[in-house]
């Protein structure tokens, strides 16, 4: 810090340029070597740090080799689970849909959730009966509507589902019809 300080009050002129160019040289060279100083003994310092971290990344990837394999297995034993699911969920589909696959198919009503451990035979049974019996009342309001549209308005029921839409096809036919007879 002293020595600094001499340096911070030195004066140069146009005369004293190639002294200041040394000066300059100099502290360069002394900051450089300040610097190579730390360099070194950081280096001294965590080498046994440097040693230490390539054996613990070593042992990561002998740890790491156990771990894919069983992760494969799992996702094995998952991907069977999965699969074993899809078809205990087909065969509940079968036996809850009560004739109305032609409006009702099980990827319209297939809900993912399904598929987890957690959601009982019950549960998706109750959804699939539940989402049946409301199409089975849609598909009698339509029958029971005095229509020549209804087989027409039930095309756009099976389409759709959306009762309201079938209804108001039909409703739309029986107003031409009426424009029309007039």
């Avoid at 100083?37 to 230490?52: L, N, S």
């Avoid at 019950?122 to 049946?132: P, Y």
């Avoid at 019996?133 to 099976?158: F, P, Q």
């Amino acid at each position: 810090s002293a020595e600094m300080a001499h340096y911070k009050g030195m004066i140069f002129t146009d005369d004293t340029k190639k002294e200041a160019k040394g000066t300059v040289a100099s502290l360069r060279k002394l900051k450089k070597a300040v610097s190579d100083k730390r360099i070194e003994v950081k280096k001294a310092y965590m080498a046994p740090y440097t040693d230490f971290e390539a054996k613990v990344k070593e042992l990561d990837k002998l740890i790491d080799e156990p771990i894919a394999l069983i992760n494969t297995q799992i996702d094995d034993f998952e991907r069977k689970r999965v699969e074993e699911r899809k078809k205990l969920i087909a065969q509940i589909y079968k036996e809850n849909i009560n004739g109305l696959e032609e409006y009702l198919t099980l990827p319209r009503i297939y809900q993912s959730k399904w598929e987890n451990a957690t959601t009982s035979k019950k549960s998706i049974a109750d959804e699939i009966t539940s989402r049946a019996e409301e199409v089975k009342k849609d598909i009698e309001t339509l029958k029971a509507m005095s229509s020549d549209a209804v087989d027409a308005a039930l095309g756009v029921y099976k389409t759709t589902l959306n009762l309201a839409d079938a209804i108001s096809y039909i409703n739309r036919y029986e107003t031409q019809k009426a424009e029309i007879l007039k």
